[in-house]
């Protein structure tokens, strides 16, 4: 346990208690609904916690609203400010608009123009909003530096007692909903992104179900949680994939890391690819008609990768569901990827004629079809290189393809996902 365990001050099941009562004027329990897909999928008896319904469809107002209660009159006066990858905004929006408080809110470029949208409806002429910074973590910066020259004061979106305390709510609501049916938590399964969240819950559960088994899901893109348990603390990583815009976030809170240190005994953590998360999230839509945010579907996915008890129950926590429609084609992109159906080759042809035809006719399957085909060089369409996008009919089907390409006299290079020609040409 690292020296800066020992200084901080636990966050108990009392202080969520508290802070429910102060915000359930604010916000109703969210629904814990049944989900027989992933039931039967699984073995497991699997609930799903729908704060993708909360008026700012994501659980980042429990800690905003209560955080922003707490304040001062003077706090008040002077102003807050925030940054966030898009929820925490909005969250903190909507309690500027209820409590009459203004607020600067700062959120990093990539932040989806849904979030934007929505962050100015809930704030109305209570917020600016400022778009800076390429991640969450230069947004913050920045919203920290105005703070300071304005004497306003900081809404952390993780990396605080009151936001920590407010987001540990949900834990509160699952244990009630679960005991109105006669059952026990086994297993909760929790997005990870700065950590605030997976820290409540925690928190709350220590007290009042310690048997309860506690997993934390990341982006593999965007992996602080367990990047700062190997290094023995909070490190910033060199980069996250932003694609799993709520949870990317270089470097896990120190508060959050604290406390999930102290129990690290119930704590389990592991990371998922963006492709799964992008399959979860088509699969939450077609089948139950959810809404998923890419951190939405993290909890999801990340069930897939655990070896429980049959017919254990276990809660998956559906974080939010701000998802830009516009995003929909390159989620389809990554869970085709990730599923083994979608591959991309460079096709360097022979300088004779009858060789697209024959790759055609004699090298895809039946059930293969050309998604995208360019060549590389524009002055010469007729023969040389060309990139091409190939969707099968099963995952199999690719070990039949490859081995008629290596039969053929056709020059042909497969990009993988992951290097730098496929991120050149492709991503």
Same mark, same amino acid.
Request: glycine residues 10%.
């Given at each position: 346990?690292?020296?800066?365990?020992?200084?901080?001050?636990?966050?108990?099941?009392?202080?969520?208690?508290?802070?429910?009562?102060?915000?359930?004027?604010?916000? %109703?329990?969210?629904?814990?609904?049944?989900?027989?897909?992933?039931?039967?999928?699984?073995?497991?008896?699997?609930?799903?916690?729908?704060?993708?319904?909360?008026?700012?469809?994501?659980?980042?107002?429990?800690?905003?609203?209560?955080?922003?209660?707490?304040?001062?009159?003077?706090?008040?006066?002077?102003?807050?400010? %925030?940054?966030?990858?898009?929820?925490?905004?909005?969250?903190?929006?909507?309690?500027?608009?209820?409590?009459?408080?203004?607020?600067?809110?700062?959120?990093?470029?990539?932040?989806?123009?849904?979030?934007?949208?929505?962050?100015?409806?809930?704030?109305?002429?209570?917020?600016?909003?400022?778009?800076?910074?390429?991640?969450?973590?230069?947004?913050?910066?920045?919203?920290?530096?105005?703070?300071?020259?304005?004497?306003?004061?900081?809404?952390?979106?993780?990396?605080?007692?009151?936001?920590?305390?407010?987001?540990?709510?949900?834990?509160?609501?699952?244990?009630?909903?679960?005991?109105?049916?006669?059952?026990?938590?086994?297993?909760?399964?929790?997005?990870?992104?700065?950590?605030?969240?997976?820290?409540?819950?925690?928190?709350?559960?220590?007290?009042?179900?310690?048997?309860?088994?506690?997993?934390?899901?990341?982006?593999?893109? %965007? %992996?602080?949680?367990?990047?700062?348990?190997?290094?023995?603390?909070?490190?910033?990583?060199?980069?996250?994939?932003?694609?799993?815009?709520?949870?990317?976030?270089?470097?896990?809170?120190?508060?959050?890391?604290?406390?999930?240190?102290?129990?690290?005994?119930? /704590?389990?953590?592991?990371?998922?690819?963006?492709?799964?998360?992008?399959?979860?999230?088509?699969?939450?839509?077609?089948?139950?008609?959810?809404?998923?945010?890419?951190?939405?579907?993290?909890?999801?996915?990340?069930?897939?990768? /655990?070896?429980?008890?049959?017919?254990?129950?276990?809660?998956?926590?559906?974080?939010?569901?701000?998802?830009?429609?516009?995003?929909?084609?390159?989620?389809?992109?990554?869970?085709?990827?990730?599923?083994?159906?979608?591959?991309?080759?460079?096709?360097?042809?022979?300088?004779?004629?009858?060789?697209?035809?024959?790759?055609?006719?004699?090298?895809?399957?039946?059930?293969?079809?050309?998604?995208?085909?360019?060549?590389?060089?524009?002055?010469?369409?007729?023969?040389?290189?060309?990139?091409?996008?190939?969707?099968?009919?099963?995952?199999?089907?690719?070990?039949?393809?490859?081995?008629?390409?290596?039969?053929?006299?056709?020059?042909?290079?497969?990009?993988?996902?992951?290097?730098?020609?496929?991120?050149?040409?492709?991503?």
């Amino acid at each position: 346990m690292s020296s800066n365990t020992a200084v901080f001050e636990p966050i108990h099941a009392s202080d969520i208690q508290s802070a429910q009562a102060r915000i359930s004027s604010e916000i %109703a329990p969210t629904p814990l609904q049944y989900c027989p897909r992933l039931s039967r999928q699984t073995g497991y008896e699997v609930y799903l916690k729908r704060e993708d319904l909360q008026d700012v469809r994501s659980y980042k107002i429990r800690g905003a609203v209560y955080a922003i209660s707490n304040l001062s009159e003077a706090q008040r006066e002077a102003g807050i400010v %925030a940054a966030s990858a898009g929820n925490h905004a909005q969250g903190v929006a909507y309690a500027c608009r209820t409590m009459g408080i203004f607020g600067k809110i700062f959120v990093p470029s990539p932040t989806p123009k849904q979030k934007r949208d929505r962050i100015l409806v809930h704030g109305g002429d209570m917020i600016e909003l400022v778009v800076t910074g390429a991640n969450f973590d230069e947004a913050a910066a920045a919203a920290h530096a105005d703070a300071e020259a304005r004497g306003a004061t900081i809404i952390e979106p993780f990396d605080a007692r009151d936001t920590i305390t407010g987001q540990g709510t949900v834990a509160a609501e699952i244990l009630t909903q679960l005991s109105a049916l006669g059952k026990t938590l086994n297993t909760v399964v929790v997005p990870v992104g700065g950590g605030g969240l997976l820290s409540g819950i925690t928190s709350y559960l220590a007290d009042m179900s310690p048997r309860t088994a506690i997993i934390g899901i990341e982006p593999a893109g %965007a %992996a602080s949680l367990t990047a700062a348990f190997e290094a023995g603390g909070p490190v910033t990583l060199d980069t996250v994939d932003p694609f799993v815009d709520g949870a990317a976030v270089k470097r896990i809170g120190t508060l959050p890391y604290q406390i999930l240190e102290a129990n690290q005994g119930r /704590l389990h953590w592991d990371t998922v690819s963006e492709g799964a998360v992008c399959t979860e999230q088509l699969d939450l839509y077609q089948s139950e008609g959810i809404i998923a945010e890419p951190a939405g579907a993290l909890s999801v996915a990340g069930l897939r990768t /655990l070896n429980l008890q049959q017919g254990s129950t276990v809660v998956c926590i559906i974080s939010g569901g701000n998802n830009d429609v516009l995003r929909y084609a390159e989620i389809m992109e990554r869970s085709l990827v990730h599923r083994g159906l979608k591959h991309y080759f460079l096709v360097n042809f022979p300088q004779e004629p009858g060789q697209l035809r024959h790759f055609l006719q004699d090298i895809l399957g039946p059930e293969d079809d050309i998604t995208l085909f360019e060549y590389l060089k524009r002055n010469n369409r007729e023969t040389g290189a060309a990139l091409v996008g190939i969707e099968l009919g099963t995952a199999s089907a690719i070990d039949g393809l490859l081995k008629r390409m290596d039969a053929s006299r056709i020059k042909v290079q497969q990009l993988r996902p992951g290097t730098p020609e496929y991120d050149f040409l492709v991503a």
